[in-house]
């Protein structure tokens, strides 16, 4: 080896180690992190899920615990979902008492517009909450619960209350106040939440089963 | 140790000379997409400026072990890390600050002069002037943020410091302040080109006031001699 390769070759090893020394610290401080502040980040996620379900579906509904019976549903039209979803079954003293249901209006001004929505077991709505959504701020973005109350008027409506043929905006001679100038977003969310109140109706029987592998809890098992 | 002369002069750089919104016109990804509000922009503002401070502070102290063909993968690796751990550490212990904060944070990777600072100017010098000068570069940068934050808001809903409840609990409602009552709102001004265009009317002002301020100082110095 040629003296000029020998220096050439120390130094990549030293660069290399140096380099490898501060890979190894930033990974260090990163490890060190998550390991602490994991814990207190996934308790504060559980909480905000759980605060987020309550919103839709009143607590007074349910004596489980709603965030564990949590179940995937195959992508559905009626969910407007393309891919699986979650829904969450509430029981008060073991009986069925309501579902928690993501739900997608496909057809908002500027695209998806995620949704939540609590149906109690009597098919009335409890609560829709729009989760995620692209809706022209200040115009369409009404929806959101956090711009206005808008949402809300959906509390206590089921498939009978208005009938099917109200399901739509005040201006189309449905039962729905919307903004003027803003009235595709709202379109879209009533749409969803109607087709939503369907497929409660289709599945209900299934909803209201004891929950497979699980023994219902009025009936006690002998071991 | 650091003469006041030196502390004003880096202020000086940061917040006018090389104003990196300005001037530099670097970072400029989060500046567009965070100023359609005053308070979005003040706390990405302030996020920017202590992930700046803390990157700084270590790409300085740690600036004379570093060869200097991989310095820039190190001052990545020392800015990514920084970011990651702040971004966890309020996670997880200033929850409310951070579901408004949150998507701001790994933005702030992506801000070019975090790792301009640390290597124009951090790699070179004493940890302390380094902070300094990172702190005067961040409020620089929050400055621009917030007039363009300003100025979007108002024209685009005849607001100022809306959603600052976000922030400060409910109780902050009533601080939001309806400049323009009965504004029905201009959607342009919120929207991406909105940020353009502000920001392309700012930097023409800023240049129009340094020309003017040139012309004269040439204009009367024959007239002094």
Redesign the interface.
């Known amino acids: 080896m040629t003296p000029q390769i020998q220096v050439a070759l120390k130094n990549a090893l ?2 290399g180690v ?2 490898f020394v ?2 190894l610290i ?1 990974t260090a ?2 490890a060190f ?2 390991d ?2 994991e814990p ?2 996934t308790r ?1 996620q559980l909480a905000e899920k759980r605060a987020l379900l309550s919103q839709v579906l009143p607590a007074a509904l349910y004596d489980n615990d709603l965030l564990a019976s949590q179940q995937s549903v195959a992508p559905d039209d009626l969910l407007g979902t393309r891919q699986a979803s979650a829904l969450w079954l509430a029981r008060r003293g073991g009986v069925f008492s309501g579902v928690v249901m993501e739900a997608v209006a496909p057809d908002g001004y500027s695209g998806d517009i995620a949704l939540l929505i609590g149906i109690d077991a009597n098919g009335n709505v409890t609560g829709v909450r729009v989760t995620a959504h692209r809706e ?4 369409g973005d009404y929806v959101d619960r956090a711009k206005s109350a808008w949402i809300d008027q959906f509390s206590g409506k089921s498939l009978t209350n208005p009938d099917s043929g109200h399901w739509k905006v005040a201006k189309d001679g449905g039962a729905f106040d919307a903004r003027a100038g803003a009235t595709i977003t709202p379109r879209a969310v009533i749409k969803a939440v109607k087709s939503a109140l369907d497929y409660f109706a289709q599945h209900r029987a299934a909803f209201a089963a004891p929950i497979r592998g699980q023994a219902p809890a009025w009936k006690e098992t002998d071991a | 140790m650091m003469t006041m002369n030196e502390f004003r002069s880096l202020f000086h750089n940061g917040l006018i000379k090389q104003n990196t919104g300005l001037v530099q016109l670097l970072g400029l990804c989060p500046l567009l997409a965070i100023s ?1 509000n005053i308070v979005n922009a003040l706390s990405l503002g302030l996020a920017t400026t202590l992930v700046m401070a803390a990157s700084s502070g270590a790409v300085s102290g ?1 600036r004379n ?3 200097h ?2 310095r820039i ?2 001052f990545v ?2 800015i ?2 920084l970011v ?2 702040i971004d ?2 309020m ?3 200033v ?1 409310p600050l951070y579901l408004v904060l949150g998507i701001f944070i790994p933005l702030i990777t992506t801000n070019c002069i975090v790792l301009a600072r640390a290597d124009a100017f951090a790699a070179k010098n004493h940890p302390l002037h380094s902070v300094v000068d990172a702190i005067a570069m961040g409020l620089g940068l929050t400055l621009v943020l917030l007039i363009l934050g300003a100025i979007r808001e108002l024209a ?2 005849g607001t100022l410091f809306s959603g600052i409840d976000l922030v400060f609990g409910k109780a902050a409602k009533s601080f939001v302040l309806h400049v323009l009552p009965n504004y029905h ?1 201009f ?1 342009l001004a ?2 991406p080109p909105g940020a353009f265009i502000a920001l392309g009317l700012l930097i023409a002002a800023n240049n129009w006031y340094k020309v003017r301020t040139v012309q004269r100082a040439r204009t009367t110095v024959p007239v002094a001699a």
Do not use: Y
């Open positions: 030293r660069t140096i380099l501060f890979a930033g401080m990163l992190t998550h602490r502040t207190v980040i504060g022209t701020p200040g115009l | 359609n740690v072990f570093v060869p063909e991989i993968p190190v690796l020392i990514a890390a990651t751990v966890l550490a996670n997880a212990f929850h685009g809903q709102g959607l919120i929207l």
